[in-house]
């Protein structure tokens, strides 16, 4: 394949974007880059408290100290470089085809998709959650389920409006939602006993829960590399967005897990999705639940808006590449947004938003961790196929420690695996099997001329070949 600019930008999005008029679409800079990298992968400390009631104070302590040097820290080195070496809007579906072709590519497209849409739909779920606690009539029935799907839909309108104005609410709502996580920690200071921390818990290891814990909690980092043609100067401002995004989304789960295990000792099977809101109460009263309980309503909309947004571009990206049909690239004649996207994945996150909601984060999971073993094999093959191609940040390794850095988190992925249940075993198969199936339905229609596509993948294949440098055939042979 072609490691030159010229031969890269002949079928990718282009840096820069205009509306239907022509003019310059707004892009996104550095801080609101920040906070939607931060809302794709964490949007607070809401959700971690399962770590636990699964393992108790000390493990959940270890686990969200040491899991981002074992998984985060290398997916956004991985995402890092390969987001500015290809910037366009394909994001890890451009790597994966670059590595090893067309189907590899639509299979990392379709894995990492679909684990998006289920992860989206966690999002509606977890607001009506935290919002039963201030209104009852929410835990069930009809009013629950008209919530969500009111949810669902005046969120994914506000994503319609535009990428720039939900860069700037994901500034607002995550310097809101966190706020009262300060003060909490603060307060707590006092009443701390450190000893708690050291505590295992007083039930038997829930290790399925624990290990999903973890990994929804800090995963999809690599999401914002679909939003990478919307980034302005993505070859400078992603490595230093993604390099914040770590340090700030660390630091915003352990402060208050570390205040709060250490403040409140409680029965450690009361330690579910929302507890912190109870422990705001039993550390300064009702007005810090309420307020929690509204900063996770806030931290929900983020994560929602992020993720939906990540999906969406990311089948405009596979459209502009020839994986998907033309029509899924379409954008809004107002907002310059990909109408056709956010509409698609907003309607299958509503569908799935009525499963468990643990089985939607392990099933998100276990899809997202089939898609990370194709973009650790693309990252390692693309330093060595394409060692000469210009990488603006590249990770300061050689093969053999690249190598290392992703046998470890690999190894993590091992455990989502073997810990997941049967139903999840069955969706997730399920779904495997249909991105093989729509691979060939998508050939299919190319070859038919049913639908109009962008050029053709399996041509752009044999063109990049073509087109290689000689040195790089002489250096691959």
């Not at 009013?143 to 994901?170: D, E, H, M, Q, W």
């Not at 009361?270 to 309503?297: D, N, Q, S």
């Not at 990770?395 to 073997?418: Q, T």
Request: with cysteine; hydrophobic share 50%; proline share 5%.
């Amino acid at each position: 394949m072609a490691t030159t600019e010229t031969s890269r930008d002949s079928h990718e999005l282009p840096v820069t974007s205009t509306d239907s008029s022509g003019s310059t679409a707004k892009k996104l800079t550095l801080v609101p880059l920040i906070f939607l990298i931060y809302f794709e992968v964490a949007g607070g400390p809401f959700g971690e408290e399962p770590a636990v009631q699964a393992a108790g104070p000390l493990l959940a302590i270890l686990g969200f100290l040491i899991f981002p040097f074992i998984w985060s820290v290398p997916e956004a080195l991985i995402t890092a470089e390969l987001s500015t070496a290809f910037p366009g809007n394909g994001g890890f579906v451009i790597w994966a085809h670059r590595a090893f072709g067309a189907f590899v590519g639509s299979m990392m497209g379709s894995l990492k998709y679909l684990s998006g849409v289920i992860n989206v739909a966690s999002f509606p779920v977890l607001c009506v959650t935290y919002l039963e606690k201030l209104f009852p009539v929410l835990e069930s029935g009809w009013p629950r389920k008209v919530c969500i799907f009111a949810t669902t839909v005046v969120l994914s309108f506000l994503n319609y409006t535009g990428l720039a104005i939900v860069g700037y609410a994901a500034v607002v709502l995550g310097l809101v939602s966190l706020s009262p996580f300060l003060v909490m920690s603060a307060i707590a200071i006092p009443k701390i006993q450190p000893h708690r921390w050291g505590s295992l818990g007083d039930k038997q290891k829930d290790w399925n829960l624990y290990f999903n814990t973890l990994f929804w909690n800090l995963n999809f980092w690599d999401n914002v590399s679909t939003l990478a043609g919307e980034v302005d100067n993505p070859q400078k401002t992603f490595p230093l967005a993604l390099l914040v995004a770590v340090i700030f989304t660390c630091l915003a789960y352990l402060i208050p897990l570390l205040a709060v295990t250490g403040a409140v000792s409680v029965d450690q099977s009361r330690w579910e999705t929302g507890f912190h809101a109870e422990a705001a109460e039993m550390i300064a009263g009702t007005w810090l639940k309420v307020w929690i309980e509204i900063g996770a309503v806030l931290s929900s909309i983020g994560l929602f808006e992020a993720q939906l947004s990540s999906s969406a571009y990311q089948l405009e990206g596979m459209a502009e590449l020839g994986f998907l049909p033309k029509f899924f690239g379409l954008r809004s004649k107002w907002f310059n947004t990909p109408w056709v996207g956010i509409l698609l994945s907003a309607l299958m996150s509503l569908g799935l938003s009525y499963m468990n909601f643990t089985d939607i984060i392990s099933s998100a999971n276990f899809l997202y961790t089939l898609g990370m073993y194709l973009e650790f094999a693309s990252f390692l093959w693309l330093r060595k196929k394409l060692p000469e191609l210009k990488r603006p940040y590249r990770v300061p390794l050689n093969i053999p420690g690249l190598v290392i850095m992703c046998l470890v988190p690999s190894a993590f992925l091992m455990l989502i695996i073997v810990f997941a249940t049967k139903i999840v075993y069955l969706i997730c198969g399920l779904m495997t099997v249909g991105s093989v199936g729509w691979y060939f339905l998508i050939n299919y229609f190319r070859d038919k001329k049913i639908f109009e596509f962008n050029q053709d993948v399996d041509f752009l294949d044999h063109v990049n070949e073509e087109q290689r440098p000689k040195h790089e055939e002489d250096h691959d042979s």
